[in-house]
Structure formats: C-alpha cells, structure tokens
T-cell receptor, first 112, second 114 residues
Framework: SQQGEEDPQALSIQEGENATMNCSYK?????LQWYRQNSGRGLVHLILIRSNEREKHSGRLRVTLDTSKKSSSLLITASRAADTASYFC????????????FGGGTRVLVKP | EAQVTQNPRYLITVTGKKLTVTCSQNMNHEYMSWYRQDPGLGLRQIYY???????DKGDVPEGYKVSRKEKRNFPLILESPSPNQTSLYFC?????????????FGPGTRLLVL
C-alpha cells in the first residue's frame, strides 16, 4: 500500500482562489516533500519539510506537517492557470538512503 | 545546467526483446533511483543505488535489472519485457546528506510493450 495518500484526488478552482490538498502517511518519517508534475513530464520539487518542522513557506506555497496525525497539507494561494498540474507528496522514512514513497497525487485544474 | 537525462524518451517494443533505458546526471549525486508511474498508483520505486556498485531493490523490482558502474549513469534494463511493463519511467538522483535530499527527476521515458 502507498505510504502517502493525497486528498482530494482532483480539485477544480477558479484563478485567484486558494487550493488546498492533504497528504496522510503511515510510518515515521525524516521529511516529507511535495512535488509537482505537469502532464506526462518529470516531477519538480516544490518544498521539503522536516519531521521537526510544523510549517514552511515558499512563495505562494505553504506546507504544514502534523506528525502526531501523520498528515501534511499543501496550500497554493492566489492560484494561477499555470498552477494546473498534479501534486504529489512523498515521504522519506530514511530506511534506505533517500528512498521516497509517493502518494497517488492530486490533480489540480485552475480555470482562468 | 543541473539535470537528469533519460534516453529514449519514447519506446515501442515487442514482448521479449531486451531493452535498456539510460539515465545520466551531472550533479555528482550519490543516490539514483528508478520509478514507474501508472494511473492511480502514483510513482513506485523499482531499484535504487546508494553509490557506485551499490544497488538494491525497491518496491517493484521484478522484471528489471540495473547497474551502477559509474557515478553519473544508472541504466535500467528489461531483459525480457512484457506488456505489464508498459508504463512511464522516471529516473531520479539526489545527494545523501542533510540538505541534499531533494530528488531531481528526468523527463521520463514512455514505454509501450506489445
């Protein structure tokens, strides 16, 4: 089974609105990372949050981590049409180097 | 420019015909990994390598082989491809020390096995 599970699976919003997606995982982690993927392309790293951090910001992105609930959220503020993509959370449990375990992703559509 | 390259980008082959997908990175990363991506299943790790001559199985290694003779290259070998290996494949690399865990992904190789 997957370590990370994203919710919702798909999200459709208007440009300018905020988009929030959640990720739940099962085991203890060293860090949790969020990646973005445009259709059929490689993944691009967005942000990494360590297990001892609770919140992190990068531009219009805000990530939270609650290790007691084994969950994380990614918030994209003031969304743009160019934010249309799939977003994946990935957990690094540290068991084998930098092995990442990915969730199934959230497909985000930002309508202009 | 820091990058991970994969070749070929697209490949159509037939069952049983051996193929190799190459992966190369120019960031001097120790850690390299192969993933496959299938609809609804996210990315699943096939094999990974912690350094030269050090490789290990990921979550879905059956039907695949890898080698790591040089730091920059990590080819994925399908000795006898089958239709269930039709997928989108990604190579990734990263450092191993704290602060270098971000993985850099290649552009992907779309494989169709007939």
């Amino acid at each position: 089974s997957q370590q990370g599970e994203e919710d919702p699976q798909a999200l459709s919003i208007q440009e300018g609105e905020n988009a929030t997606m959640n990720c739940s995982y099962k085991t203890s982690i060293n860090n949790l990372q969020w990646y973005r993927q445009n259709s059929g392309r490689g993944l691009v790293h967005l942000i990494l949050i360590r297990s001892n951090e609770r919140e992190k910001h990068s531009g219009r992105l805000r990530v939270t981590l609650d290790t007691s609930k084994k969950s994380s959220s990614l918030l994209i503020t003031a969304s743009r049409a160019a934010d249309t993509a799939s977003y994946f959370c990935a957990t690094d449990a540290g068991a084998a180097g930098n092995k990442l375990t990915f969730g199934g992703g959230t497909r985000v559509l930002v309508k202009p | 420019e820091a990058q991970v390259t994969q070749n070929p980008r697209y490949l159509i082959t037939v069952t049983g015909k051996k193929l190799t997908v190459t992966c190369s990175q120019n960031m001097n990363h120790e850690y390299m990994s192969w993933y496959r991506q299938d609809p609804g299943l996210g990315l699943r790790q096939i094999y990974y390598s912690m350094n030269v001559e050090v490789t290990d199985k990921g979550d879905v290694p059956e039907g695949y082989k890898v080698s790591r003779k040089e730091k920059r290259n990590f080819p994925l070998i399908l000795e006898s491809p089958s239709p269930n290996q039709t997928s989108l494949y990604f190579c990734a690399s990263s450092g191993r020390t704290r602060g270098q865990e971000t993985q850099y992904f290649g552009p992907g190789t779309r494989l169709l096995v007939l």
